[in-house]
């Protein structure tokens, strides 16, 4: 069965950085299109940041310039570095398989 477990999160001060992975398995990994979205409370769900299979990326606007989306095939595993982090970036992370595709239990990323 499809599994996303995401990891790297935790509390950073602003200015700061941090990796989120997210290590898959249970589908064919490098022939999906993969994504990350968040959820701060009290707000809907956005979507950060896209990689499609071929290695297309798509960056939200309030990320671009600071995060940076990767794989890493060999090891079914989805990035996502965070660098200038702002309080505003404070939310759960998730990782996705496509647009509306199995998600994972999320990471926390708490910016102060």
């Known amino acids: 069965h499809v599994q996303l477990v995401e990891s790297g999160g935790g509390s950073v001060q602003a200015g700061g950085s941090l990796r989120l992975s997210c290590t898959a398995s249970g589908f064919t990994f490098d022939d999906s299109d993969m994504g990350w979205y968040r959820q701060a409370p009290g707000n809907e769900c956005e979507l950060v940041s896209t990689i499609s299979s071929d290695g297309g990326t798509y960056y939200a606007d309030s990320v671009k310039g600071r995060f940076t989306i990767s794989q890493d095939n060999a090891y079914n595993t989805l990035y996502l570095q965070m660098n200038t982090l702002k309080t505003e970036d404070t939310a759960t992370y998730y990782c996705?398989?496509?647009?509306?595709?199995?998600r994972g239990q999320g990471t926390q990323v708490t910016v102060s």
């Open positions: 996705q398989i496509g647009e509306n595709g199995s």
